[in-house]
T-cell receptor, first 115, second 111 residues
Framework: DVKVTQSSRYLVKRTGEKVFLECVQD?????MFWYRQDPGLGLRLIYF???????EKGDIPEGYSVSREKKERFSLILESASTNQTSMYLC??????????????FGPGTRLTVT | KQEVTQIPAALSVPEGENLVLNCSFT??????LQWFRQDPGKGLTSLLL?????REQTSGRLNASLDKSSGRSTLYIAASQPGDSATYLC??????????FGAGTQVVVTP
């Protein structure tokens, strides 16, 4: 059974803290994604990675960075958390192979609250 | 930039009725289209994936169609049940393996 796991389901942090969100997939997928989901705004892509050490900015990368040192792990870093980064964070992975894009699998999400 | 729209934003049907959910996109150059279900406070569960070369996909009570030329996909859920209550999202696969999501349709199936 395919699986994407996220390090925490709920997280509460203070303004200015450095925050790490971890995502691990066990499907040997090339592509991994970080999204945030907010009421009325839907899912917005923060960053995506198509290979180890490779990354691309999504629609809203400001205030975030990412790290992908191993194929199965993709980390999202909030350098200095702010209250407007309170959100649900969703990690996903998928495979792009020989021009065919396969389905995207999601983790359970991390509800982050910044106070 | 690809724009993905889902109308209506919310839908309520009595149990047993068929559900019809719509997804529109502006650029027909897509890799695929994927339908998801999301329960409150949870992640997304994949329902169906249609590759760009396909016209439809079926899984149990679910059937999804794709018409690239008109920029539309429709998800049909036959004989709806209260357990089908959730938010349904469509996502279009675009360049380099990225996906563009619609805002979703919130469905309530009343007993």
């Amino acid at each position: 059974d395919v699986k994407v796991t996220q390090s925490s389901r709920y997280l509460v942090k203070r303004t200015g803290e450095k925050v790490f969100l971890e995502c691990v997939q066990d499907m040997d997928h090339e592509n991994m994604f970080w999204y945030r989901q907010d009421p009325g705004l839907g899912l917005r892509l923060i960053y995506f990675s198509y290979d180890v050490k490779m990354k691309e900015k999504g629609d809203i990368p400001e205030g975030y960075s990412v790290s992908r040192e191993k194929k199965e792990r993709f980390s999202l870093i909030l350098e200095s958390a702010s209250t407007n980064q309170t959100s649900m964070y969703l990690c996903a992975s998928s495979s792009l192979f020989k021009g065919t894009l396969y389905e995207q699998y999601f983790g359970p999400g991390t509800r982050l609250t910044v106070t | 930039k690809q724009e993905v729209t889902q109308i209506p934003a919310a839908l309520s049907v009595p149990e047993g009725e068929n559900l019809v959910l719509n997804c529109s996109f502006t650029d027909s150059a897509i890799y695929n289209l994927q339908w998801f279900r999301q329960d409150p406070g949870k992640g997304l569960t994949s329902l169906l994936l249609i590759q760009s070369s396909q016209r439809e996909q079926t899984s149990g009570r679910l059937n999804a169609s794709l018409d690239k030329s008109s920029g539309r996909s429709t998800l049909y859920i036959a004989a709806s049940q209260p357990g089908d209550s959730a938010t349904y999202l469509c996502a279009v696969g675009v360049s380099w393996g990225k996906f563009q999501f619609g805002a979703g349709t919130q469905v309530v199936v009343t007993p």
